[in-house]
């Protein structure tokens, strides 16, 4: 099984940005798709952004043209500017590999007005 281990959250003021990482160990192979979510205060997990292994993208609306995700090999990042107070949440990687998805603990996120 895949096992995915996140870092780069913390605080920062609105307008700011952060860099998140995850680090993939448990596949000898390419990992076909990886991905951020998050989940905020009383919220259902979101889908961010997502990358496959052929570098296709793709966005929430609400985050387009504010954060990018990149990927390489099975380590995947998520560089986010322009921070706005609803960005805060709990960022969650993802992978699904062989049929199965995994999840990492997740990384708190939390931008100041």
């Known amino acids: 099984q895949v096992q995915l281990v996140e870092s780069g959250g913390g605080l920062v003021q609105t307008g700011g940005s952060l860099r998140l990482s995850c680090a993939a160990s448990?596949?000898?192979?390419?990992?076909?798709?990886m991905a951020w979510h998050r989940q905020a205060p009383g919220k259902q997990r979101e889908l961010v952004a997502s990358?496959?292994?052929?570098?296709i993208t793709d966005y929430a609306d609400s985050v387009k043209g504010r954060f990018t995700i990149s990927r390489d090999k099975n380590t995947v990042y998520l560089q986010m500017d322009s921070l706005k107070p609803e960005d805060t949440a709990v960022y969650y990687c993802y992978a699904f590999s062989r049929g199965r998805g995994s999840w990492g603990r997740g990384t708190q996120v939390t931008v100041s007005s």
């Open positions: 990358i496959t292994t052929e570098r």
């Open positions: 448990g596949s000898a192979f390419s990992i076909p798709a």
